[in-house]
């Protein structure tokens, strides 16, 4: 699932990920909201407003709790300053004048399955190298599997 937010925030609850974060230009949040299944928890109708706006799509107005698991992304949408107090933005035009972005975040894997890969990869480059240990070709065969395994 993609949550479209109006915060960088990260919210997990009982379970350990690896986050994937960036920032993506307005085309590719455009492109994401138009290919995948997403849900808005975008919680002030102002923001929804600007938000459909900019991404060409009716953003609507939910303050629901969301949180992350495996293969969930979050577009998050933040200013590049803070507004004086009481500010609200209703032009595009406001907008490209405090400056925007888009950052997206993905839950790409358990951490303990992140910590195998690694693993996996140090001997599976000592073994090309040399470094550590002679590697013959059943070991490499192997280590090459077990990688693809998690994968």
């Not at 928890?41 to 303050?63: F, Y």
Request: charged share 30%; proline share 3%; with cysteine.
């Amino acid at each position: 699932m993609l949550y479209i937010t109006n915060s960088p925030i990260i919210p997990i609850q009982g379970i350990d990920l690896v986050i994937r974060g960036r920032e993506i230009g307005i085309d590719e949040a455009k492109e994401l909201i138009n290919k995948e299944q997403w849900k808005s928890a975008i919680g002030h109708k102002a923001t929804a407003e600007l938000l459909s706006m900019l991404l060409g799509k009716e953003i609507p107005t939910q303050r629901i709790e969301i949180y992350m698991d495996k293969g969930d992304k979050i577009l998050a949408f933040t200013l590049k300053r803070r507004l004086e107090e009481g500010r609200i933005i209703k032009t595009i035009e406001e907008i490209e004048e405090i400056g925007y972005k888009f950052l997206l975040y993905e839950a790409v894997m358990e951490t303990e399955k992140y910590q195998r890969i690694m693993k996996l990869a140090k001997e599976l480059s000592n073994c090309i190298q040399n470094e550590i240990y002679e590697c013959d070709q059943p070991m490499y065969d192997w280590l090459a599997y077990e990688m693809h395994k998690l994968i």
